[in-house]
């Protein structure tokens, strides 16, 4: 079983960036189609980037322009570039297979935004 760790979260203010990690503990990401997700308060987690197993990326539409999505095959990491934050980025952040394995979620990351 591959172990998911996402770190990199915290509180940024409108308009700022944070860079999120997610360590695999083996090799997946090159033979996977992963994404991330995120889940806010009260909704439903959602997939906002993904790599397919081709390696070509995709984007919700809320993100389109503003997230990039990255990986390192080599150390096992995949990021997730997050600028021009907004308020309604709110949540915690998920990595995972797409379609999503239950086993290997983790404990995400928090990311606020707020003044």
């Known amino acids: 079983q591959v172990q998911l760790v996402e770190s990199g979260g915290g509180l940024v203010q409108p308009g700022g960036s944070l860079r999120l990690s997610c360590a695999a503990s083996?090799?997946?990401?090159?033979?996977?189609?992963m994404g991330w997700y995120r889940q806010a308060p009260g909704k439903q987690r959602e997939l906002v980037a993904g790599f397919s197993r081709g390696g070509s990326t995709n984007y919700a539409d809320s993100v389109k322009g503003r997230f990039t999505i990255s990986r390192d095959n080599a150390k096992n990491t995949m990021y997730l570039q997050m600028s021009s934050l907004k308020p309604e980025d709110t949540a915690v952040y998920y990595c995972?297979?797409?379609?999503?394995?239950?086993?290997?979620w983790g404990q995400g990351t928090q990311v606020t935004v707020s003044s």
């Open positions: 083996g090799s997946i990401f090159s033979i996977n189609a």
């Open positions: 995972n297979r797409i379609p999503p394995l239950e086993r290997d």
